[in-house]
T-cell receptor, first 113, second 111 residues
Framework: DVKVTQSSRYLVKRTGEKVFLECVQD?????MFWYRQDPGLGLRLIYF???????EKGDIPEGYSVSREKKERFSLILESASTNQTSMYLC????????????FGDGTRLSIL | GNSVTQMEGPVTLSEEAFLTINCTYT??????LFWYVQYPGEGLQLLLK?????DKGSNKGFEATYRKETTSFHLEKGSVQVSDSAVYFC??????????FGKGTMLLVSP
């Protein structure tokens, strides 16, 4: 069965810290995505990657970076966490074919104090 | 740019009622369309999809038909259950296999 695993369900960090959110998929998918989900705003795409070492900015990349050194792993990095980055973060993966759906992890609820 | 608009919630229904959640999309290109469901505390799960005009996606009693003439993909179910209570997201694909999501519609079903 398809599996996307996010390393933490809940995370609490302090303002200014460097934060790493990890995501691993076991389906050999080419594409991986990071979203944040906020009440009333739905899902917004932060970054995505269509191949190892490749990355593309989404709609709201400011304050974030990503790393994809291996096909199965896609990391989201908050360079210097701020309180407005408190949110639910969702990772997803998909095959290269744009008609194929994305498969999501269970999310990481991140609080920045 | 691409966008998806879905009805605001919450939608509150009694068990066995008929459900419709409206979704419209911008007509740029020929997108595939998706409905996802999010249960409390979980990520999104694919509910159904349609890849071309007049296709009907269906799963677990839910249906949606790709209507190119009205740029719509409304979600329907004939008889909802309490276990259907969740947030439902409509989405269309955009460039690079990315998805553009609607803001989500919460469904609350009471016994």
């Amino acid at each position: 069965d398809v599996k996307v695993t996010q390393s933490s369900r809940y995370l609490v960090k302090r303002t200014g810290e460097k934060v790493f959110l990890e995501c691993v998929q076991d389906m050999d998918h080419e594409n991986m995505f990071w979203y944040r989900q906020d009440p009333g705003l739905g899902l917004r795409l932060i970054y995505f990657s269509y191949d190892v070492k490749m990355k593309e900015k989404g709609d709201i990349p400011e304050g974030y970076s990503v790393s994809r050194e291996k096909k199965e792993r896609f990391s989201l990095i908050l360079e210097s966490a701020s309180t407005n980055q408190t949110s639910m973060y969702l990772c997803a993966s998909s095959l290269e074919d744009h008609n194929q759906p994305q498969h999501f992890g269970d999310g990481t609820r991140l609080s920045i104090l | 740019g691409n966008s998806v608009t879905q009805m605001e919630g919450p939608v509150t229904l009694s068990e066995e009622a008929f459900l419709t959640i409206n979704c419209t999309y911008t007509a740029t290109g020929y997108p595939s369309l998706f409905w996802y469901v999010q249960y409390p505390g979980e990520g999104l799960q694919l509910l159904l999809k349609a890849t071309k005009a007049d296709d009907k996606g269906s799963n677990k009693g839910f249906e949606a038909t790709y209507r190119k003439e009205t740029t719509s993909f409304h979600l329907e179910k004939g008889s909802v259950q309490v276990s259907d209570s969740a947030v439902y997201f409509c989405a269309r694909n955009s460039g690079y296999s990315t998805l553009t999501f609607g803001k989500g519609t919460m469904l609350l079903v009471s016994p």
